[in-house]
């Protein structure tokens, strides 16, 4: 699949922070399905060239965090952080998905 292929595109280029953000519809896309798409823009990459989500996090518990019935967001103002093939991924109920590097740590 080329990008070009994909559902739904990054609402707006990367900003100067390197950050994709994208809008889904979770009654057509789940959350899980969402970032592993979006990881693979961020990342000029094909969706099975990334590591297998569940490395990382559980892609069910994801979805039901993010939607109260499986497909309704929660609207509870839920949002999940985690880092997911080399970037920083955050997941809001209400349909987004951002995803940007992961910053360097700084050595203490």
């Known amino acids: 699949m080329t990008t070009a292929d994909r559902p739904d595109e990054p609402d707006t280029p990367p900003g100067k922070d390197g950050a994709i953000r994208t809008k889904y519809d979770w009654t057509s896309t789940t959350p899980s399905t969402a970032v592993i798409e979006t990881v693979a823009v961020a990342s000029d990459r094909e969706p099975v ?32 952080t985690f880092e997911f093939g080399g970037q920083s991924v955050t997941v809001h109920d209400g349909g987004s998905v951002e995803v940007r590097p992961v910053e360097p740590r700084s050595e203490a």
């Open 49 to 80: 060239g990334i590591e297998p989500l569940y490395e990382v996090i559980d892609p069910d518990a994801l979805d039901a965090l993010v939607c109260s019935n499986g497909d309704e967001p929660a609207g509870d103002g839920v949002t999940v």
